[in-house]
């Protein structure tokens, strides 16, 4: 039997980062739980849907674009041609890198998963009403921004 979880030390319970860290596990979990419903994995989706916006690209420029590094991204994208999702051709100005390329049924791919992400951004949200939503996801990408011009800005040389 499995007991509710006992509430964390009121010296934290209340910290953005605590509350932001639990947040991201649950999200995490409806996310992985939606596309697994479907046989795929958070990859996948940033892959096909970085090559349905983009177009065909090698290897190196997908990973770029999706975040996705290199270590991983052999073998999703193998996992996905496996599932004929995306097709591997030779790059006719450099034969020794492949070009990935989006299929049809990579797109129908996509559009499932899309849907999975929404329902599951349905349920993380659910409290929340629209203007509420709107505001959280204005204040995210208000944080987001902020920490990745920080991190920018740490790799540019001083005066």
Do not use: C
Not at 59 to 77: E, N
């Amino acid at each position: 039997m499995q007991h509710p979880p006992e509430p964390p030390p009121a010296r934290w319970q209340n910290l953005p980062t605590w509350l932001l860290t639990q947040t991201a596990n649950h999200a995490h979990r409806l996310v992985s739980d939606g596309f697994a419903a479907v046989d795929a994995r958070g990859y996948h989706y940033r892959l096909l849907a970085t090559l349905d916006e983009f177009g065909p690209a090698s290897q190196a420029t997908l990973g770029r674009r999706s975040g996705i590094h290199v270590s991983d991204m052999v073998a999703t994208v193998n996992e996905l041609a496996d599932h004929h999702l995306v097709e591997r051709t030779p790059d006719p100005t450099d034969r020794r890198r492949n070009i990935i390329t989006l299929t049809t049924a990579g797109k129908r791919q996509l559009r499932r998963l899309e849907n999975r992400l929404a329902h599951s951004q349905e349920e993380l949200l659910e409290p929340l009403s629209p203007a509420q939503r709107q505001q959280l996801t204005e204040l995210l990408a208000t944080l987001l921004d902020h920490h990745d011009q920080r991190i920018g800005n740490q790799d540019q040389p001083l005066g």
